[in-house]
């Protein structure tokens, strides 16, 4: 069975610091992969995602992930990180097909002034 | 706005009680789930329609129960079986390629 696991419950760090979140997933199968992020009390949205092609992928607002296939792993990054970036970051997988989405557990980004 | 609204957001039930949650978009997406998020555990799917008049058990279904006899709506039902029901539950739809949009939640808690 497919899972994903987010090896940091909680990652503290310092405004305008270097951060990353990890990820990595069980699956024998081509996957799809996804970060999302939850403010406070709300839905989650979506972050990025890879579907297929380049391996690393970007969001508009400075994160980015890479697909590495051969360590099943799907790492967040972002080179400098704001106030505004502390919430719960999920990262999740589908072997394609349905909406069927595994989690990870979730870690929360806590960025300090 | 295109969006998918769940009411209420907050809920309180007393043991023993069924509840429903609401859930409707006006995305015009054929599949919706329900998820529910605990501490600690990420998000575990309930359940999900892929089309009208069909829907399939996710992981944790026992306890709960749904419909679908409109694309723009799934509600889910809370039922006293669950026995651990305090939770914060998120509708989604797929707009294709396994992506989910999210509703705002809804928080149930019981007294």
């Known amino acids: 069975a497919q899972s994903v696991t987010q090896l940091d419950s909680q990652v503290p760090v310092f405004e305008e610091a270097p951060v990353e979140l990890r990820c990595n997933y069980s699956s024998s199968v081509s996957v799809y992969l996804f970060w999302y992020v939850q403010y406070p009390n709300q839905g989650l949205q979506l972050l990025l995602k890879y579907l297929s092609g380049s391996t690393l992928v970007e969001s508009i607002n400075g994160f980015e992930a890479e697909f590495n296939k051969s360590q099943t792993s799907f790492h967040l990054r972002k080179p400098s990180v704001h106030i505004s970036d502390t919430a719960e970051y999920f990262c999740?997988?589908?072997?394609?097909?349905?909406?069927?989405?595994?989690f990870g557990q979730g870690t929360t980004l806590q960025v300090k002034p | 706005d295109g969006g998918i609204t769940q009411s209420p957001k907050y809920l309180f039930r007393k043991e023993g009680q069924n509840v429903t949650l609401s859930c409707e978009q006006n995305l015009n997406h054929d599949a919706m789930y329900w998820y529910r998020q605990d501490p600690g555990q990420g998000l575990r799917l309930i359940y999900y329609?892929?089309?009208?008049?069909?829907?399939q058990k996710g992981d944790i279904a026992e306890g709960y129960s749904v419909s679908r006899e409109k694309k723009e709506s799934f509600p889910l039902t809370v039922t006293s079986a669950q026995k651990n029901p305090t939770a914060f539950y998120l509708c989604?739809?797929?707009?294709?390629?396994?992506?989910?949009?999210f509703g705002a939640g809804s928080r149930l808690t019981v007294l």
């Open positions: 989604a739809t797929e707009s294709g390629a396994n992506v989910l949009t």
């Open positions: 999740a997988v589908s072997e394609g097909g349905t909406g069927k989405l595994i």
């Open positions: 329609s892929q089309i009208v008049n069909d829907f």
